[in-house]
Structures are given as structure tokens and as C-alpha cells.
């Protein structure tokens, strides 16, 4: 029995061996990756299929997403509502989202329904029609909602900052208006649909309490389509950053708080610097506890949130700061975050301070690992970046190793003024 008057003994969460749960690896008769993680106690699975299809690929502004978004809103056989009312029949849920470089279509149910909807999953990847009439109202629907979000400056601004990082005809920076919806054509998705989803490059993720046949069954289903039998198109992107540094646009002239984001590009996660720079990044703005937290939000009170982070592209990536504040001490707020650069600069972290920012990234690696769909999903986030398990390890050690020097010199090379975009939206 245990001893409620006798305190449990602290362990920091740096001592803690973590272990990332390797995932079971097959591929289907043509060539579909699947990783799989059979784990978890309930009776359901995530399956999710991904597609080299977001807006890298398109060669006309939102084809991609706008494709994604209307795969289930009718086949040759079944219009939106009953796509909709099979799935919910089963208790199950079907999803699809589009990223810079791919879309997805996420399933989750219980076990013993998988057989039953994997069929459905595969008719919308093969007969999908895009119904003029559901092309027009997702065109108003979108329209609208651009409409209302123009309207708000932390919108503005996150379409801004990365235009001005990337280059407004890079997947990255470029963003939609409304002539966009009015140009295009169901003709346009639907070749989009027929080149990246129906003979489109394709990987399988599922976690769960898997059938113990799910290769099984993915193969009757998926093995025989035209997936990956075609080579995805070489499409490179160079980056055209804007030449001007300092941004201060009016958005709502009435508008009393301003949207603030400061950016710089920086490498993806091949660079050896990455997972150290992500420890700085911590410590400078990534959690509730950082410097910028400290100074901006507690000390003097001009945000209720400011953070920092590294922007989770496969290709490139950028160091991001993001917060709103009012508009009367919205430069106040960029001076202070360029203070707490210099002092990353200038004065080693100490260890108190480095030791925390340990526990905290060990903490949250544990909470990641918490359960089958998040594992796949730390997965996934390996596989489609070209790493693999080590890459988990190597970021664990960097974060129990790394020094108040390595730090310091990372602040001198990558914390410097110059190489930040400045933009305020009011």
C-alpha cells in the first residue's frame, strides 16, 4: 500500500530513458509505403493517407487546397450527404487537410468498422467528381470567410511575414484572394485530382488497436490502384524575399491593438544547428516560461501571449515571432524583443535557467509520445522529411548536452537584428 504521509521522490524529467516505439513497415503490391504502431487499449484506429499534393504542386493558386477540401462531396455514386451519413452510420470520421507540400485524408473509427469504410476511402481517391454545384458554394463559403478574416490584422500579418520571408510566388509566402475563387475551375481540380491523387505518390499511417489482418485489408483495397506509378515532378521554388526589412501597415484605422511578427528564413531540419537552435528558441520564446514571456507578457504588461518558434516546412524554414499587442506600444514591444536578443548575444544562460528549458522540452516530448496516434504522428513527421528514428535520439541528447556556450555563439550567428523582417499590422 502506498505511504501517503512520506513524499514521492523527484526525478527531473532529463534522467528519463525515452524510447521512441518503432513502427511496423510494409508495402503494398504497388508500392504504397504503410508504418503502422499497434498500441492503445480502445477498440480504434487512425488511418491516414498522404499525398505529395499540397500547393507546391499546384501550378494555379489554391487548386490544392481546394481540391483536398472537396474530395468528399461526391463520387460517381454517392453526392456529399451520403458520403457524410456512411461515415457517421459507423461512428467514424473522415477528414482532409492540405499543407505546403501534402494533403491528407485522415480516418478514424473503431476496429471492427474498418472493413466496412476502407472501400468508401478508396471510391473517393478513384471517382471523385467535384460537383459544380458544391465547387460554387465552397467559392462563396471561402470568399466570405477571406472576407471577414481581411478584416483582422493578426490575418494580415500571417500572410505578410511569410510573403516577405519567402517570396509571394513560393508555396510558402503566397496566399488567396478572391479573384483566385473566381478563376477557378472545376476542370483545373480535376486534373490536379487525377495527376496527384488517383496516380498521385502516396504513403499510409495507422495507429491503433490494428485488425490483425490491416495489411491485409489495405491491400485488397489500395493494393491495385495506380498509386506511385508515376514519378512525382523535380519542382524547385527558389526563395525572393522582399529587399525592405521594416514593415508598418494601417489595416482598421479605428483598431487599437496591432499584430507583430518578426521573421527571418532559417534551415530545415537537416542542418546540423537545427535541434540546438530549437533549444535557444526555447529559452528565447517557446514556452510560457521564456524571456520573451517574462519581459513582454509579466514584466511589462503589454501582451497577453508572445512566443517563438521554428516553422514546420519540409524544404525551408523560418524563425518566427508572433504576438498582438496594443497599439500604443507595439514598437516598445519589438525594441524589448531585440534586448532580449542582445542579452542571448552578450551573457551565457545560466544553468538554472538551461536546466529548466531541459525538463520542459523533455516533459513535452514525453506528452508527444503519449498514446498510438501521437507516436505515428512523430513518425510521420520523420518519414516525410527524410529522417528516421536516430534523428529522435540525436535531438534527446542535444537537448540533455548542449552548453550555455554552443548557445551563446548559436544567439551571435542567428540572433542578430538585421536579419529580421519587422511587420506591424493595426
Not at 551563446?408 to 511587420?423: I, K, M, N, V
Amino acid at each position: 500500500m502506498i505511504n501517503r504521509t512520506t513524499a514521492p521522490s523527484i526525478t527531473d524529467a532529463v534522467s528519463f530513458n525515452l524510447s521512441l516505439k518503432p513502427c511496423d513497415r510494409y508495402t503494398l503490391d504497388n508500392q504504397t509505403p504503410v508504418y503502422a504502431i499497434h498500441a492503445g487499449a480502445q477498440d480504434v484506429v487512425m488511418i491516414e493517407w498522404v499525398f505529395y499534393a499540397g500547393n507546391w504542386y499546384e501550378s494555379k493558386n489554391i487548386v490544392a487546397g481546394t481540391t483536398n477540401f472537396l474530395l468528399k462531396n461526391g463520387t460517381a455514386q454517392r453526392n456529399a450527404y451520403s458520403i457524410n451519413e456512411y461515415f457517421e452510420f459507423y461512428g467514424a470520421y473522415l477528414n482532409r487537410s492540405c499543407y505546403n507540400e501534402t494533403a491528407t485524408i485522415t480516418l478514424h473509427c473503431l476496429s471492427k468498422h474498418l472493413h466496412e469504410l476502407l472501400p468508401v476511402v478508396a471510391e473517393i481517391l478513384t471517382e471523385s467528381i467535384f460537383p459544380e454545384a458544391e465547387l460554387a458554394i465552397c467559392k462563396q463559403n471561402q470568399k466570405q470567410r477571406l472576407e471577414v478574416n481581411l478584416k483582422k490584422c493578426d490575418f494580415v500579418a500571417n500572410r505578410l511575414i511569410d510573403e516577405y520571408v519567402f517570396g509571394f510566388h513560393h508555396p510558402y509566402g503566397k496566399y488567396t484572394s478572391t479573384i483566385d475563387y473566381d478563376a477557378l475551375q472545376r476542370e483545373e481540380m480535376a486534373a490536379f485530382y487525377e495527376q496527384f491523387y488517383k496516380n498521385g505518390s502516396c504513403m499510409v499511417f495507422a495507429a491503433g488497436k490494428l485488425p490483425a489482418d490491416l495489411g491485409t485489408q489495405l491491400n485488397k483495397v489500395f493494393g491495385k490502384l495506380p498509386l506511385n506509378s508515376k514519378p512525382l515532378p523535380a519542382i524547385e521554388y527558389p526563395l525572393a524575399p522582399a529587399t525592405e526589412k521594416k514593415y508598418r501597415i494601417i489595416n482598421d484605422a479605428e483598431g487599437v491593438q496591432g499584430a507583430i511578427r518578426m521573421a527571418q528564413s532559417f534551415f530545415n531540419r537537416h542542418h546540423p544547428d537545427f535541434p540546438k537552435v530549437q533549444v535557444l528558441n526555447n529559452i528565447f520564446g517557446g514556452f510560457f516560461g521564456s524571456r520573451l514571456m517574462s519581459n513582454i507578457r509579466e514584466d511589462k504588461g503589454y501582451t497577453y501571449g508572445i512566443h517563438s518558434y521554428l516553422q514546420n516546412h519540409i524544404h525551408h524554414s523560418a524563425w518566427m515571432i508572433s504576438t498582438e499587442a496594443g497599439r500604443d506600444v507595439c514598437e516598445a514591444t519589438i525594441t524589448e524583443v531585440y534586448k532580449e536578443m542582445e542579452r542571448l548575444r552578450n551573457e551565457p544562460v545560466d544553468k538554472e535557467e538551461l536546466d529548466l528549458v531541459r525538463n520542459y522540452m523533455i516533459g513535452s516530448l514525453l506528452g508527444d509520445l503519449d498514446g498510438p496516434f501521437q507516436i505515428i504522428s512523430r513518425w510521420k513527421t520523420y518519414v516525410l522529411n527524410g529522417l528516421d528514428e536516430q534523428y529522435f535520439y540525436n535531438s534527446i541528447e542535444t537537448i540533455r548536452t548542449v552548453s550555455s556556450e554552443e548557445l551563446q555563439a548559436l544567439a551571435q550567428t542567428h540572433l542578430q537584428p538585421e536579419h529580421f523582417y519587422e511587420l506591424v499590422v493595426v
